[in-house]
């Protein structure tokens, strides 16, 4: 059975940061892009950032320069560290695995939130 736990949200002030984290069991975590996506209120749900399995990055605009994903393929764990963070980074975030070579192969967490005020 494939499980994906995002942990790590909470209250942070404007300016401050915080980092996710994604456990993923039951796939061959090495053979899978993942990633981060995010849902405000009111919004769709956006990509964040990703990494692929030969640890390539990808990040939305928005979060460059700011947000650094990683992973580590011994404990089947991605990471997102969130630095410098705006109120409009507000939303619950998701974790995403797809495998590298049929995307068709998906898996979503059921997300954290983040909320970012003072």
């Known amino acids: 059975q494939v499980q994906v736990v995002e942990s790590g949200g909470g209250l942070v002030q404007p300016g401050g940061s915080l980092r996710l984290s994604c456990a993923a069991s039951g796939i061959i975590f090495r053979l899978y892009v993942m990633g981060w996506y995010r849902q405000a209120p009111g919004k769709q749900r956006e990509l964040v950032a990703t990494i692929s399995s030969g640890d390539s990055t990808e990040y939305t605009d928005s979060v460059k320069g700011r947000f650094t994903i990683s992973r580590d393929n011994a404990k089947n764990t991605v990471y997102l560290q969130m630095n410098s963070l705006k109120p409009e980074d507000t939303a619950v975030y998701y974790c995403?695995?797809?495998?590298?070579?049929?995307?068709?192969?998906?898996?979503w967490g059921k997300g954290t939130l983040v909320t970012v005020s003072s």
């Open positions: 995403n695995a797809h495998h590298q070579s049929n995307y068709g192969i998906n898996y």
